[in-house]
């Protein structure tokens, strides 16, 4: 299995996911979504395993380290700050945005305990306790919990109520957030 190996655009989830998908932000982030979902089932490999595979759990860490920080930001300052100002009162979208905001407090919480154990597991390649594959377990259904959510009424919401500059800004804002825009920079003063 290669972390490297993807299609173009959608993608086996288990590499970050692609920049080509930013022409549609949200189909960014729902590929996003998909790729947390994995993340969720290797948490869930790793604490069922006698002996846990190093390269999943340096896979997980390298995830938890470095891209779910970053989808974070593209939601609580990107996406949520839209569908409060596009949403009708009817949509109740606050509640919801309220919810997912206490989840990610939550996450950023318990994301530094299982990057230690991930940490751990890949530079020291034993067996976890039963405390740390709970730890796992738990930070994965949490997730699940949480895109499923996003999934049924953030997404919804915002390819209905989102206009083609709201799009256009999310779009600045995740490429800035990944260092993109640095790069198309010097790629146009070429
Ligand atoms: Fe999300
Ligand atoms: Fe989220």
């Known amino acids: 299995m290669s972390r490297h190996t993807r299609g173009r655009n959608r993608g086996d989830c288990l590499s970050p996911t692609d920049p080509a998908l930013l022409g549609n932000p949200l189909d960014f982030v729902y590929e996003d979504h998909l790729r947390e979902r994995e993340i969720c089932a290797t948490l ?5 395993a006698d002996m846990p595979d190093t390269e999943l759990a340096a896979a997980a860490l390298s995830y938890l380290l470095d891209e779910l920080p970053a989808h974070m930001a593209d939601e609580e300052d ?25 989840d990610h407090t939550g996450v950023k919480d318990d994301a530094p305990r299982v990057a230690y154990i991930l940490a751990a597991i890949e530079s020291e390649g034993r067996a976890m306790t039963n405390a740390e594959k709970s730890v796992l377990v738990r930070f994965g259904s949490d997730t699940r919990r ?16 989102l206009t083609r500059d709201d799009l256009a800004a999310l779009r600045q804002g995740m490429m800035r957030r990944r260092g993109l825009d640095r790069l198309m920079e010097n790629a146009n003063a070429d």
């Open 44 to 48: 869930d490999h790793l604490a069922g």
């Open 78 to 102: 990107g996406l949520f700050p839209l569908l409060r100002l596009r949403c009708e009162p009817d949509d109740d979208i606050e509640r919801a945005i309220g919810r997912l905001t206490s």
């Open 146 to 161: 949480h895109l499923i959510l996003e999934n049924a009424i953030i997404l919804p919401f915002a390819r209905l109520r």
